[in-house]
């Protein structure tokens, strides 16, 4: 097997879940996440935890809900009460065909997802972590061969998680002291208003309320927001191609928008609802293991040198206690480029220029 | 996908574990089993069942296992938690390697499994169910190509249940009313006492207290045994070829003991203890699907046409009410041609002569 392999396991279960002797773990495999399944069981009995190996297929999930009339029982009992007794929650994702489900009809899609809100709640109550395996069916959508895109997902995930979790704590102190950021390059210059938001460190690591593996940004919530900007890091959304999105606020609302490419979809997701309309999170991607765009999100969002705004719902940990943030039935991420020709400032004073963060050697001048 | 693998589903969940509406089910899925989970999937969705799928997979328990201290915890919550909330466990076995745990110390696996022993009884207290996929490795243990394998499987399995549930009922009662069974053969010449014993109609159905799919036997607890069996059906018992056995009782106990090949083996089972030297069972197989020895105790005992006997531990369903049956840490099935030059006969009847039961129209003359 891959060393690489191993390794990853062990980050996963030592840095990201932080698993203890006695612990009950579920494992959540997917179709092509064998090896990274056997590495994790072999850490999760070194470390003396308890382990649950749940199949989590596609076509499973697929020939399931095709067969069912949709009328899904709400939290089956088996199922709550296995997740209500773990501790941990390690979901390894890798498929062998990222359109598996292609042809359930989204109603019933839908219609799973609500009758289980207690079981993902429960969930979200474990330490909890997602991760991927690379297959070829992922490198296949990032367009990358197989052996590319090993080397592409391990860059990303077999990093110094400590020392990248201190670079990021810097950012993090910044915004939670600072009140308006200030996003400036070309046919792009937004004000952000994050007075009183708490910003995530987010470091791939339930330690830091960070449950993605990779990891590697930090992310708050604006509360305000002026201006215009062009997201030109093209992605995947509903299975279109969303390309140069450009979204113009006024009084935090988006009261302007086009795209090049894809805009029905984007309309689709702005008139959702009126969350929809207002941003719920500022995220700047801080990992440099991700150098390109490979149409996952788990990974785009992070990439070094990139920031992304979602529209939509905003995550409570950002919020001050008590408060309730922007309130959505989506949350859309969308990224744009950093590197170049380009400053994301916090109360006036220049934090990143061109990609390069102030406290970095490649910062050049004031 | 080969329609058989949907007609095997189909019985697995209407016959044998009779899935209804609302049922919690557990779908235990090996290694090689995919597609055979993804025709259960479909339908247990059919039916409205709610599915939790776990991934039995041999490489990672082996992982898990050999990464342990063995120093295991006793029932761990999470996984106790599930089968105690499951209305049906489905065990889909078929792996990709019959040897795949072959390098974890069997210390190692005892420990496990005898800290497992809540969740096993739990496990038996749902209606499961016990059945194989046809995978190469298990065609590999068979000594057959994979089609030829795979329609071995299939003729064992696709059969009219109720129609063959009818015929074993008959048997049944037979042995039921009866007090001495007698089986006559080259070699063999073997008195057993049933006298107030049941017989268990096995007929892959929950509804049968069967668990097995493929099934196909009736059996029952021996009380006695006096004389003389040769088992001619060669089969491994811990990794050991074990030919020709040939056991003398007095006074239902083990008074002499050899075997062609393999008895050593034999040596170390029938002292295991002093249950292991008294018969556990008698079964007749019944199930003219499977033709063959294959080493795999799931079809082989059940082949029609052979009488099967276990040293050991007793099923407390063929004892009166209140009775303690032969207790012992083993049960070894022991397996004795039929189909030629032998009778079975219960209190002085031939039921069975040649391999053909009273009953048929090949059953020849008194």
Chains 1, 2 share one sequence.
């Not at 199949?55 to 095709?66: G, K, N, Q, V």
């Not at 988006?254 to 894809?262: C, F, H, L």
Request: charged residues 25%.
């Amino acid at each position: 097997m891959d060393p690489r392999v191993h390794e990853h396991a062990e980050i996963l279960v030592d840095w990201s879940a932080r698993v203890a002797a006695g612990d009950t773990v579920v494992l959540s495999v997917a179709e092509g996440a064998h090896d990274l399944a056997v590495a994790v069981a072999e850490a999760l009995g070194e470390r003396g935890a308890n382990l649950v190996a749940t199949y989590d297929s596609d076509e499973l999930t697929r020939a399931y809900l095709r067969g069912h009339d949709s009328e899904f029982d709400a939290d089956p009992a088996h199922e709550l009460a296995l997740v209500e007794n773990a501790d941990v929650y390690l979901r390894l994702g890798g498929g062998r065909n990222t359109t598996a489900t292609a042809d359930v009809p989204s109603e019933t899609r839908q219609a799973y997802r609500r009758a289980r809100t207690g079981i993902r709640e429960a969930r979200m109550d474990t330490d909890w972590v997602s991760t991927v395996h690379p297959t070829r069916s992922l490198a296949q959508q990032a367009g990358m061969a197989y052996e590319q895109y090993q080397d592409f997902v391990y860059d990303a995930i077999l990093r110094d998680w400590e020392s990248l979790a201190a670079e990021m704590a810097q950012l993090k102190t910044i915004l939670d002291e600072g009140s308006e950021v200030h996003i400036e390059k070309a046919e792009t210059d937004l004000w952000l208003s994050i007075d009183g938001r708490t910003a995530v460190n987010s470091a791939a690591s339930v330690d830091y309320d960070s449950h993605n593996l990779p990891s590697g940004e930090v992310f708050t919530a604006p509360a305000d927001a002026e201006g215009t900007v062009v997201f030109d890091v093209p992605m995947t959304v509903d299975a279109t191609r969303l390309q140069d999105v450009r979204l113009t606020f006024e009084d935090g609302e988006v009261v302007d928008y086009a795209a090049a490419q894809g805009e029905s979809v984007l309309k689709e997701i702005i008139e959702t609802d009126a969350g929809a309309r207002r941003l719920g999170e500022l995220g700047i991607g801080m990992n440099r293991g991700i150098d390109r765009v490979t149409d996952n999100i788990l990974f785009d969002e992070k990439m070094g040198e990139t920031v992304h705004l979602a529209v939509g719902r905003a995550y409570d940990a950002c919020l001050p206690e008590g408060e309730t943030g922007n309130q959505s039935a989506v949350h859309t991420d969308l990224i744009t480029d950093m590197s170049t020709e380009s400053t994301l400032s916090v109360d006036g004073e220049v934090i990143q220029r061109d990609g390069s963060f102030k406290w970095e050697d490649s910062f050049g001048g004031i």
